[in-house]
């Protein structure tokens, strides 16, 4: 896969996850419950997912982009939509960012590709799904409850292409004028939550316990990122003592990577299990506004 320090940690955290809500489906079943399958099919697209993400999934230049595009400039490393390869180039040309800023909004525009691709993967799901069900002749109960996974599956659509549709507007706002100094958040998985909290059913103090919740979220992606970089470097040190023949050296650089690694594949983990539950409370109110 040619995967980096750092992606490889990540796909460990993804599958750590996957792993574990597998598990919780396979105890669902044998209690006789997930009768629909509505479970076992979001399983199957976070899996689909993950597999896309890191170029698992047999086709070709599939894989998510991990390489820096500000320090490396490598052509490769698309967007996959002209409208944000048009913003990103006139971001990077604008003067307007530092280095640091660039790199945060780079992380930005991968972030918002990854919503992009799972809306595509939910898309598909929910377009076989459809052809099936016209083909079915007779109505039963069977039926009308494949009717509500639908009805479900098409208000997660309609919540991701809302997601998808704000976050290019904020591409495009950040990309022309800068970040806002006074911006309350900088993470782009944070702004989104945010954004989505104050559409949600929720009263004024749940909103501002959230927003507290997601100072503290926050925080912890931020000593991720952190994690992530010093991985790196400890790899690119690693890969240097390599090539010298001083095994005592040697030694000491594979203790202090292995330590980076185990940390970065426990911060992630825990990174993405609370974007899970913080999704699932959003989700949770945004459907009440509906009812």
């Known amino acids: 896969l040619h995967l980096s320090a750092v992606k490889l940690a990540e796909l460990h955290s993804d599958l750590k996850i996957q792993e574990k809500d597998e598990l919780s489906w396979k105890k669902m079943k044998a209690e006789g419950l997930d009768e629909d399958g509505e479970k076992e099919a979001k399983l199957r697209r976070n899996l689909n997912v993950i597999m896309t993400k890191y170029g698992m999934n047999g086709k070709k230049d599939s894989q998510l982009v991990d390489t820096n595009y500000i320090k490396d400039g490598t052509e490769g490393d698309t967007l996959d939509d002209p409208r944000l390869?048009?913003?990103?180039?006139?971001?990077?040309?604008?003067?307007?960012?530092?280095?640091?800023?660039?790199?945060?909004?780079?992380?930005?525009?991968?972030?918002?590709?990854?919503?992009?691709?799972?809306?595509?993967?939910?898309?598909?799901?929910?377009?076989?799904?459809?052809?099936?069900?016209?083909?079915?002749?007779?109505?039963?109960?069977?039926?009308?409850?494949?009717?509500?996974?639908?009805?479900?599956?098409?208000?997660?659509?309609?919540?991701?292409?809302?997601?998808?549709?704000?976050?290019?507007?904020?591409?495009?706002?950040?990309?022309?004028?800068?970040?806002?100094?006074?911006?309350?958040?900088?993470?782009?998985r944070v702004i989104d939550l945010w954004d989505m909290a104050k559409s949600a059913n929720f009263t004024e103090k749940e909103l501002e316990s959230f927003r507290e919740e997601l100072k503290h979220f926050e925080a912890k992606i931020e000593k991720h990122h952190h994690y992530q970089k010093q991985l790196e470097i400890s790899h690119q040190k690693l890969k240097h003592v390599e090539g010298t023949g001083d095994k005592e050296h040697l030694n000491r650089n594979k203790e202090k990577y292995a330590m980076l690694e185990e940390k970065t594949k426990e911060l992630g983990y825990k990174v993405k299990k609370h974007l899970q539950d913080l999704t699932s409370r959003i989700s949770q109110g945004l459907q009440h506004n509906e009812l």
């Not at 945060?104 to 691709?117: D, G, N, S, Y």
């Not at 595509?120 to 509500?148: A, C, F, G, Q, Y």
């Open 85 to 188: 390869e048009k913003l990103w180039s006139k971001a990077k040309t604008s003067g307007k960012f530092s280095d640091d800023e660039l790199d945060k909004l780079w992380r930005e525009f991968k972030h918002h590709k990854e919503k992009i691709h799972e809306y595509n993967i939910l898309l598909e799901t929910v377009s076989r799904t459809e052809d099936i069900h016209k083909n079915v002749i007779n109505p039963s109960e069977e039926n009308l409850v494949k009717e509500e996974i639908l009805h479900n599956k098409h208000r997660e659509l309609k919540d991701k292409l809302r997601s998808i549709n704000q976050g290019f507007e904020r591409l495009r706002k950040v990309s022309h004028q800068g970040y806002d100094t006074t911006s309350e958040f900088e993470e782009p």
